[in-house]
């Protein structure tokens, strides 16, 4: 079960036979035989993809909660109480790499039965499709099987660095954008990115910006603005510590951007949450309340 598993969350056998560390035949043929064993196909193979059957989806979401139980099962065994300890996969928000990366070793220090695997991604079917055990995702959620917790909220903020703010001049509103060169987020012709849009008491605003630079992830979006490159409207949590370091100035004081839920996001329920789980969603839940995302 727990070599099917990390055949169907790295979609690849040699991959999989390389986390653990054995030889990629060794996994086919384990597969193989859990396959005649059951009397079902669970992968389809081919030289050029690796994909589930629908048995081999169902089957893999039921032997991960399987192995999770049994991993909770012997930690009371060993302890007298289920504790976090083993793999942690987490996926988060590209907007969260910092704060989040940032304080894992206070995490780590906590608990130090458990090892990380991280990576960068706000979908929330990753928990299903790439075997995480949890992701920090920020938007609306579509209804699914998955489970979602509730942990506050983010906004946009318009911020330029300070050298490019002294070359061309400080906007005062945000119908001064028109004269500022504008960096966003995805393509250019996605409506939602070229215009922004801002509120104050009951005013509101939205303007279309002069796109000179487009970005394919949210990443670089803060690095080109610290560079100077132009006004950006990234999420706040992913440039705070540049407004507080000085490295970025925030714009139009008095002016709030658009808001957007931030969810802890697990695979569907068959059972109690892992111990590794809630401990780590709850630490996200303390650092976003520490940082006044709530």
């Not at 220090?109 to 055990?133: F, H, M, Q, R, Y």
Request: net charge positive.
């Amino acid at each position: 079960m727990t070599w099917f598993c990390r055949a169907a969350e790295a979609k690849s056998f040699a991959s999989a036979a390389k986390a653990l560390d054995v030889v990629p035949s060794a996994v086919s043929k384990t597969i193989a035989a859990l396959e005649a064993e059951l009397g079902a196909r669970l992968v389809n193979r081919s030289t050029k993809r690796f994909s589930l059957t629908h048995e081999g989806e169902l089957y893999y979401e039921r032997c991960r909660a399987i192995l999770q139980g049994l991993e909770e099962t012997e930690a009371i065994a060993r302890g007298g109480s289920a504790s976090p300890r083993g793999l942690l996969r987490v996926g988060m928000h590209p907007a969260f790499r910092v704060l989040l990366l940032n304080t894992l070793g206070r995490f780590l220090d906590n608990n130090p039965e458990l090892k990380i695997e991280t990576v960068i991604t706000n979908s929330a079917a990753a928990v299903v499709d790439e075997g995480l055990d949890v992701v920090i995702r920020i938007g609306r959620l579509a209804d699914s099987s998955l489970v979602a917790r509730s942990l506050g909220r983010v906004q946009s903020i318009a911020c330029a660095a300070p050298s490019y703010l002294k070359s061309v001049g400080e906007p005062t509103h945000p119908d001064n954008l028109a004269k500022h060169r504008a960096i966003i987020y995805g393509r250019r012709d996605e409506a939602s990115n070229a215009e922004w849009t801002f509120t104050k008491a009951k005013e509101r605003i939205t303007v279309s910006v002069p796109v000179r630079v487009v970005v394919r992830d949210g990443i670089g979006v803060t690095d080109a603005v610290v560079g100077g490159c132009g006004v950006a409207l990234p999420l706040d949590a992913s440039v705070q510590h540049l407004l507080k370091s000085g490295a970025l100035r925030a714009l139009f004081p008095g002016w709030s951007s658009e808001h957007y839920p931030v969810f802890a996001v697990t695979p569907p329920a068959h059972g109690n949450t892992p111990a590794k789980v809630r401990a780590y969603v709850d630490f996200v839940a303390t650092m976003l309340k520490q940082g006044g995302y709530t």
